[in-house]
């Protein structure tokens, strides 16, 4: 009766961990998405969802106020992915080393400024951070209330931005424009839309989501910012866009994966099971090459994604 | 009908970049690059010129710096050379940091488990431990490319992840951890494993000759042989290849051979020529500025040595840039970045022409 009670609650507390944890994963992929639909690789996931924790935690800090730090990581990652358009849409500089640049400018960039901007104290100081928000009524349901409906605005927010991006990309005028310049830019460029405008405007909001999904990171759950606190997960991000075939609801089924893979780590070694921690940690990179491996078709990718387009 | 004249400016691409317009870019992106860093240093509350003065100083301001410089340049030039031979044939192998550290670690197990060694062969040994772990680990991100079709950029970071963690479970109370030890690390390497030093007064070691000796190597690769023709003809146009009759796929996998068997070798001039331990830090961040270092370096084996020296440069003078200006060290990473982007932006934009499109 009591074990039964203590596994139910073990579930429970994995399944919230799992949607939690997938908040930033969710929110970087989303916007990958919408990039890639438009044709454009934004290899530079990684460092935008770097450089949005980093800044986020820093102007949270100075402003005494979440919201300024979310508002602000926001904003750093749409300023990166903007730099980042320019020189692979305008300039044509390639996708794959223009987004490494990116990653690495983030990691250097953060590390730098954290180690100037709090010289003096020796340690970085800890914010607050977003506590959960219950929805009434819905949280007092069994099981489901506790998992879905006991977490965070940001969380919230990325789960309702699947339904949201599904709707943007295949029930308006503008996504099927998005979805045209990355099939057919050409047909696009016939109509007299322009191409490069609708890749900017894709490629910046993915920026956007990944500054958020940093935000969440160091705002939204650890309080604090710690060099390289991302660890890889911009790179997840891509690779669950590749793995849910460019759609948003396989989008959001592969982060859930992702996240419970996680999840399931964090409460092994919670409850002291006798597996070294660096098998579990590896697990979501090993995981990530076999879902390449297993999901080989990139029928459903955007047919000239990666290639710039130009009239001639 | 109103009379002005109406001059429009256009943007074009032009099909070759002239020498001049080549070299007005390059100077306007490190002039650039260097403006930012000025700025970087203002905001770390340093002055700008003192900084930069440091940093040259605690580069180049004595022999020892010097050979230090050279020391830190070592395993950049590798993995440069890494990039640069993956890179000419457009295949993007990422990986060379995972590839430095399965480098390090198949030398130390190859010292260590491969039996008895006499003194004399202990540094071959090490040496072709590092260009077999390297370049297996590469070749792993090959297989995958050409069997699985997973794309190389994502299966070799991927790789890069994970390789750490195998790391510390061999450390952190593995089977490698020094006895009694404390920290994440193994025990000193035998003596007659390590390679010897150059010059009285630096710790400049053996492995900057190997180095020096792989650009040769690479440069006569890529220039003189069937290899080197089917790599530079791979990366203007691999289908074409494909065509006349080439196996792409076995020249995949001997691409990320080679380029892993470089990258391996810095993880053996770090242990063996620098910390003689394995661990972590002496490992780790060479693969990821390796790329940048063979992007300045034009992809070619002569610009990377340079580039290589130069970061080295960037690493060793920061240590005592920090000391004199409080600018932290990390900076030196941002720079890097900084760098690539500017050289990136001003390449392509010597590609570009402003022509006045007159309208009357």
């Given amino acids: 009766m009591f074990e039964s009670f203590l596994q139910a609650t073990i579930l429970v507390s994995v399944a919230a961990a799992t949607i939690r944890i997938a908040t930033p994963l969710l929110l970087a992929a989303l916007g990958e998405l919408v990039a890639e639909r438009s044709g454009v690789y934004n290899m530079g996931l990684e460092g935008m969802m770097l450089m949005g924790a980093f800044i986020g935690y820093l102007s949270a800090h100075q402003s005494g106020s979440l919201w300024v730090g979310v508002a602000a990581a926001g904003l750093t990652g749409a300023a990166m992915a903007a730099v980042f358009a320019f020189m692979v849409i305008t300039l044509k500089v390639e996708q794959i080393v223009t987004g490494l640049a990116v990653n690495l400018l983030g990691a250097g960039l953060s590390t730098y400024w954290l180690r100037a901007a709090f010289s003096d104290s020796g340690q970085t100081p800890v914010i607050p951070f977003f506590e959960n928000v219950p929805i009434p009524v819905l949280s007092q349901l069994p099981v489901v209330g506790p998992i879905l409906f006991d977490q965070k605005l940001l969380t919230y927010f990325a789960f309702l931005m699947v339904p949201a991006v599904w709707f943007l990309l295949f029930r308006t005028r503008y996504g099927l424009i998005i979805r045209c310049a990355g099939d057919n830019p050409k047909a696009l460029d016939v109509k007299g839309v322009s191409v490069a405008a609708v890749q900017y405007a894709a490629v910046v909001f993915g920026g956007l989501m990944a500054g958020l999904g940093g935000a969440f990171l160091s705002v939204g759950s650890a309080a604090r910012f710690v060099p390289d606190m991302t660890n890889g997960r911009g790179w997840l991000a891509i690779i669950i866009v590749i793995a849910g075939l460019w759609r948003p609801y396989a989008v959001l089924a592969a982060t859930l994966v992702f996240s419970f893979l996680d999840a399931l780590q964090l409460q092994i070694q919670g409850i002291g099971i006798a597996i070294p921690y660096q098998l579990l940690l590896m697990m979501p990179y090993v995981v990530a090459i076999i879902a390449l491996m297993v999901r080989r078709s990139r029928a459903n990718a955007p047919a000239m994604l990666g290639m710039p387009y130009s009239r001639e | ?360």
């Avoid at chain 2, 100083?57 to 230090?68: D, I, N």
């Avoid at chain 2, 996998?253 to 892993?260: A, E, F, N, Q």
């Avoid at chain 2, 910390?275 to 961040?285: E, N, P, S």
């Fill in chain 2, 1 to 360: 009908m109103t009379d002005f004249s109406i001059a429009e400016w256009r943007i074009e691409r032009r099909r070759e970049a002239r020498p001049a317009a080549r070299f007005i870019g390059l100077g306007a992106a490190l002039a650039g690059a260097i403006i930012v860093c000025g700025m970087l240093f203002l905001a770390a509350g340093a002055e700008p010129l003192k900084a930069f003065a440091s940093l040259a100083k605690g580069s180049f301001g004595s022999l020892r710096a010097t050979g230090e410089t050279l020391v830190k340049a070592t395993p950049l030039i590798f993995t440069g050379l890494a990039a640069c031979v993956a890179f000419r044939a457009r295949i993007w192998n990422i990986g060379a940091e995972g590839q430095v550290f399965a480098g390090a670690m198949f030398a130390y197990w190859a010292q260590h488990n491969l039996g008895e060694f006499p003194a004399l062969v202990q540094i071959p040994v090490v040496v072709m431990g590092g260009i077999a772990g390297g370049g297996l680990y590469a070749a792993l991100a090959g297989l995958l490319k050409t069997r699985f079709s997973v794309d190389e950029v994502i299966s070799t970071v991927m790789l890069n992840y994970i390789i750490v963690y195998v790391l510390s479970l061999l450390l952190l109370r593995g089977p490698w951890s020094e006895a009694g030890g404390f920290f994440e690390q193994t025990a000193r390497v035998d003596r007659d494993a390590t390679l010897p030093m150059l010059i009285a007064g630096t710790r400049l070691h053996m492995g900057f000759l190997l180095a020096l000796a792989a650009a040769v190597l690479v440069h006569l690769i890529l220039t003189r042989t069937p290899l080197g023709y089917e790599i530079r003809a791979a990366g203007s146009n691999l289908r074409a290849l494909d065509v006349q009759g080439t196996n792409t796929r076995r020249l995949i996998i001997v691409v990320m051979l080679l380029s892993g068997a470089l990258a391996g070798l810095a993880g053996v001039t770090e242990v063996y020529g620098v910390h003689y331990r394995l661990k972590a830090g002496a490992v780790a961040g060479y693969g990821y500025s390796g790329i940048i270092v063979a992007i300045l370096g034009q992809l070619h084996p002569v610009g990377v040595v340079a580039a290589a020296i130069l970061f080295g440069a960037l690493l060793n003078g920061a240590t005592l840039m920090q000391i004199e200006t409080g600018v932290p060290s990390a900076l030196i990473y941002a720079i890097q970045a900084i760098l690539l982007l500017f050289f990136l932006a001003g390449w392509a934009m010597c590609n570009f022409r402003l022509r006045r499109t007159g309208r009357v």
